[in-house]
């Protein structure tokens, strides 16, 4: 089993950053990839960045060149950094891990972003 932990959602401006944190605890070491998903009122859970046991990174194509998703194994916390924030990134930002074929997800935390 894999829990997993987000901080770091809040209330920003338009234009701004913020970095979440997603810590995981558990069975740490079974984790394959990790990511970040969000979902917004009235619309579909989406995929946001996804990160890869050696370090491969995707993103969906709306917060390339403004979000960056990292990993520190040795921490097993899963990052994303977030830039130039804009009103339409507001949602719930979830964590997500994969493990053993299972898929977890942490609890979301809410990113405002006001105009």
């Known amino acids: 089993q894999v829990q997993l932990v987000e901080s770091g959602g809040g209330l920003v401006q338009a234009g701004g950053s913020l970095r979440l944190s997603c810590v995981a605890s558990?069975?740490?070491?079974?984790?394959?990839?990790m990511g970040w998903y969000r979902q917004s009122p009235g619309k579909q859970r989406e995929q946001v960045a996804l990160i890869y046991p050696r370090g491969i990174t995707t993103y969906e194509d709306s917060v390339k060149g403004r979000f960056i998703i990292s990993r520190d194994h040795a921490k097993n916390t899963v990052y994303l950094q977030m830039g130039s924030l804009k009103p339409e990134d507001t949602a719930v930002y979830s964590c997500?891990?994969?493990?053993?074929?299972?898929?977890?997800w942490g609890q979301g935390t809410q990113v405002t972003v006001s105009s």
């Open positions: 558990g069975s740490t070491a079974s984790i394959d990839d």
């Open positions: 997500w891990a994969r493990a053993f074929l299972k898929t977890y």
